[in-house]
């Protein structure tokens, strides 16, 4: 693979921010986007900018047919046979509210997801439980993320209606067994929902294999646009829902006072389709295709093992999840002792042009259960090279430099950050979730004792 060819493909990356371009450590939110893509998008608009479906001239047969090859691509490329295996949505939260509120619920039935589940997949079965009587199951992952199956039966054997779990963390990088959750799931008569969102974007997934029932992902987080999402369904699942909504497109015919839902994916797709969206979508995966998914893996993974080498020995880095980065390619996650996350996030993108996440990454539970004020997360991409890496290490190790051991972020870790540029993040921040995350923690500081419980199961 060819990074530095790769690289000139990605428009963000060569817009200088002051001197240098961004080394952009933050795919995990949203991924870069390579020129195919945007002009992919801008083909439509400016080519042939019709709705599919509805009127007969030239753009709208032409739109019909690429949306209707993106549906198909992404089958293909999630290991499904049948292209009605893909309904289009704005996004993985969307695509799990549709199973959510699609599913016809009895009171009592259970849901089992794990206690590391983005608000995505936690808070949609929490107004179940409000609503309709619906029973949360909580599945205790181990200190580093991974997963037993035999705690995994103790819950299926109280009779689970489904099961909704992470494929990849957006925590950690760790993934969960597909297959054997799978299986494990069916035996006892559960469906099974993986939220894809992270995994999708590194590493080829089969899921008619698999067998799994429901899997939801994100464009944006796969070279795509925003907007664009997908469930992919087992056709036999699919047709269990309940279109969360329905209108125009979604009928094969209506009169005033009834209506016939179209076949499944259709009747899932209401009123005028994101378009450019999906075949934006399509041009990612294409893009995706062509570099190779061992390619994207090997990169990942060797910028994570040079960045993990570099922290072995520090002991206020502490890092979330596994140690081996082979079970993380594509995360590197950590609390520093005595800083605050927001602060060396600033600090890194201010004084290293790298960019990062900080705060609880939406998995507030995860940091609630354990007192902990957030994480810092650095996420790699098939973009990132061995400067980005190093620029990383550099600006951690400045920051650590700076901050003396046992300080108290928000004095000298400030410091180091330019005043005018705290208060305008601060400020920007303060109706994000970022700054929920902040206003919700206790203590300011992530000290070896509270970080080594970061890792913990609570
Ligand atoms: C694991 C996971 N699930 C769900 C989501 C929500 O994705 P979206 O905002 O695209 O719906 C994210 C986004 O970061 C995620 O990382």
Redo the contacts with the bound molecule.
Sequence with gaps: MNVGRIRSEFPALSKATGERPPAYLDS??MSLVPRPVLDAMTEYYRDYPGCAGRSLHRFAVEVGRRFEESREAFARFLGRSDPRATVFVR????AINLVGEGLSWRRGDRVLISDRE?N??LIVWQRLVRERGVRLEILRLSDDGSFDGEELDRHLARGVRLVSL?HT??LDGRSLPVREITERGHDAGALVLF?G??AAPHAKVDLDRAGVDFYAV?A??MLGPTGT?VLSAAPHALDTLRPLLVGGETVVRSDLSSHELREAPYRFEAGLQNYAGAIGAKAALDYLGRVGFDAVLAQELRLNRRVTAAFEDERRLELLGPRDPAARPSIFAFTLEGIDPADAALFLDEGHGVMVRSGMH?VHSFYAERGLSGSVRASLYLYNDTADADRLVAGLVELLERVPARSVSGTSAARTVSSARRATVRSRAAGSKGAAARSARPPRTAGPGRAASATGSG
């Design positions: 995990a939110c996004n993985a939260t969307e983005h995505s997949n992470f963390s957006n939220d969102c992270q994100s944006h987080k999402g939406c």
